[in-house]
């Protein structure tokens, strides 16, 4: 039984955004075209990424908590962690944006995406020998610095979205790195721990959601001007738009 562990893992963060995309009054599921190519995008790129660092040991995975069966050079569970989990994510972003509407962060997300912007920079300049800290700060400051630039109209929500994921990613990746089910290389990240999980992958869990979110408001249509539907309770919202 322990070899499904990480499949467990895996399928106890899903079950429940994936029976709740089917509640009426938010049909999450209808969102689905435009969500599951963005999935694809980004998960292309994080086992792409994931698969050299698994290589050249940034990281590895216990043959314990894992089944055997590989992708290249990735467990396959590894490789549907980028396929759920950011479908979970996006169900928190998309559950937020339907129950409260109004975008809280709209005020000061500009001076966030500035202030992280800026220090993803310093953490990528001074970190050119950790192959782990230097990657993921240089990738999120690039897509940061794009969406910046594209003044896309989604942020203030985004960031709402990320620091509600981050009690989920907290419990999730505390278990996947207490077990261990994934065993990093210290002298490749920052040696900082949050319980037993890297610092790093707070930038890097940034970085994926940032790349889904945005995908998914693009093709959708809502990164410039979201559409707004009608709810029940006179309020607006541009989620759960097909």
């Known amino acids: 039984m322990e070899k499904y562990t ?9 079950i429940f955004p994936f029976l709740f995309s089917f509640v009426k009054k938010a049909p999450f599921y209808k969102i689905w075209k435009y969500l599951f190519p963005a999935i694809l995008i ?57 129950y409260f509407p109004e975008d809280s962060f709209k005020s ?39 969406m910046i630039l594209l003044r896309v109209n989604f942020m203030g929500r985004f960031y709402r979205a990320f620091l509600v994921s981050k009690i989920p990613f907290l419990i999730v990746n505390g278990i996947l790195t207490a077990l261990p089910v994934v065993m990093y290389n210290d002298q490749e990240n920052l040696g900082i721990r949050i319980y037993t ?22 093709f959708r249509g809502n990164a410039k001007a979201p559409k707004k539907i009608k709810q029940d309770t006179g309020n607006t919202t541009p989620v759960f738009t097909p």
Request: net charge negative; with cysteine; charged share 10%.
């Open 42 to 98: 980004t998960a292309t790129f994080f086992i792409v990424w994931d698969n050299y660092f698994t290589i050249y040991g940034v990281w590895s995975f216990s043959e314990k908590y894992t089944t055997g069966v590989k992708f290249l050079s990735l467990p396959i569970e590894e490789v549907m962690f980028f396929i759920l989990i950011p479908y979970c994510c996006v169900f928190i972003y998309e559950a937020l944006n339907y």
């Open 197 to 218: 999980i890297p610092a790093d992958d707070t930038m890097y869990s940034f970085l994926m959601l940032l790349m889904t979110i945005s995908l998914l408001e693009f």
């Open 108 to 146: 000061v997300e500009k001076y966030i995406s500035y202030a992280l912007f800026f220090l993803f920079v310093i953490i990528a300049i001074k970190n050119t020998t950790r192959a782990y800290t230097f990657s993921t700060s240089f990738f999120a400051s690039i897509y940061l610095g794009i």
């Open 6 to 14: 990480y499949w467990l893992i895996l399928l106890g963060s899903f």
